[in-house]
Nanobody, 129 residues
Framework: VQLQASGGGLVQAGGSLRLSCAASGRTFSEYAMGWFRQAPGKMREFVAVINSSGGVKYYADDVKDRFVISRDNANKSVYSVYLQMNSLKPEDTAVYYC????????????????????WGQGTQVTVSS
């Protein structure tokens, strides 16, 4: 199983970035997928999650009007999930992690890091003021 996140970088406040995650090794069309982030000295926090079909999405309150999560299940070898981040703020600076969890039950809606089975390696997002 591999979740490979990319797309991070340095951007000025008010700018945009699009993160991508390529997931392989499981039938990820049966998984909810999402993003967490971790800023220096802070715990990992939930950012957004999307259900297996892409029809249901949840966001953390501080990003819900600025970030958009989406996914592409067309490629059965490598599934993709994206995070379009707009109107970025310095407080969005963090390492962003792609995550996945099976859809059964309510684990995928919990927003708790320990409920997600698979984690990518993270991509750094830095927003300058």
């Amino acid at each position: 199983v591999q979740l490979q996140a990319s797309g991070g970088g340095l951007v000025q406040a008010g700018g945009s970035l699009r993160l991508s995650c390529a997931a392989s090794g499981r039938t990820f069309s049966e998984y909810a997928m999402g993003w967490f982030r971790q800023a220096p000295g802070k715990m990992r926090e939930f950012v957004a999650v999307i259900n297996s079909s892409g029809g249901v999405k949840y966001y953390a309150d501080d990003v819900k009007d600025r970030f958009v999560i989406s996914r592409d299940n067309a490629n059965k070898s490598v599934y993709s999930v994206y995070l379009q981040m707009n109107s970025l703020k310095p407080e969005d600076t963090a390492v962003y992690y792609c995550v996945a969890v099976p859809m059964y039950g309510s684990r995928w809606t919990s927003g708790r890091a320990n409920e997600y089975d698979y984690w990518g390696q993270g991509t750094q997002v830095t927003v300058s003021s």
